[in-house]
């Protein structure tokens, strides 16, 4: 069974604070790795992907690979009130036939606070 | 990134009934997936749609109970059949339209509550 696991939360930062979000996975042979926003009532946004081992940045926004820990990370800088919302982690495990699936973690609920 | 068209929005039906929720994406793409997000919870993978072929299901999921199509390259369906109040949820489509490249996009989803 493929596992993604996240801290429920919530996570409450005050704003203009770093939001730090974690995520383990259980398939070492995992390739791809996806970050999504999802507001409340709403569908899943894509924010951030990372393949390759090391930190990606994008605005506030910077992901963190470590495939040995089985690790990813997302850091949020100067955190708004607008980044409130579920942040779900999601895996793109090494599946037989190729089929390309992503499963998901529960999601961790961030709340900035003003 | 691709645009995906999901409807209806919303839904309030009765039990014993079916419902068939439609997918459009503005661009051919290979593979569609149908998710369910039960209230609280995180997404669930029902099943993987090729374009030609019957729809690969998760396990849990029977063709019986959420029969899919997938006419062509931009265009899916999945039904939800015989339908009681645990099948109350969001259920959500989803395209890779650049096979791993820039991720996935979702379609704006449907609420779906059976009483």
């Known amino acids: 069974q493929k596992e993604v696991e996240q801290n429920s939360g919530p996570l409450s930062v005050p704003e203009g604070a770093i939001a730090s979000l974690n995520c383990t996975y259980s398939?070492?042979?995992?390739?791809?790795f996806f970050w999504y926003r999802q507001y409340s009532g709403k569908s899943p946004e894509l924010i951030m992907s990372?393949?390759?081992?090391g930190d990606k940045e994008d605005g506030r926004f910077t992901a963190q690979l470590n495939k040995a820990s089985q690790y990813v990370s997302l850091l949020i800088r100067d955190s708004q009130p607008s980044d409130s919302a579920t942040y779900l982690c999601a895996v793109n495990p090494l599946t037989q036939g190729g089929s390309e699936k992503l499963v998901f973690g529960k999601g961790t609920k961030l709340t900035v606070n003003p | 990134s691709a645009v995906i068209s999901q409807k209806p929005s919303r839904d309030i039906c009765q039990r014993g009934t079916s419902l068939t929720i439609q997918c459009q994406v503005d661009s051919q793409v290979t593979m569609m997936f149908w998710y369910r997000q039960q209230p609280g919870q995180s997404l669930t993978l029902i099943a993987t749609?090729?374009?030609?072929?019957?729809?690969?299901?998760e396990s849990g999921f029977v063709i019986d109970k959420f029969p899919i199509s997938r006419p062509n390259l931009t265009f899916s369906t999945l039904t939800v059949s015989n339908m009681s109040p645990e099948d109350s949820s969001i259920y959500l489509c989803?395209?890779?339209?650049?096979?791993?490249?820039?991720?996935?996009?979702f379609g704006s989803g449907t609420r779906l509550t059976v009483v």
């Open positions: 989803s395209v890779d339209p650049r096979q791993g490249v820039y991720g996935y996009t």
């Open positions: 398939d070492r042979g995992s390739q791809s």
């Open positions: 749609a090729n374009q030609g072929s019957e729809a690969t299901y």
């Open positions: 990372i393949y390759s081992n």
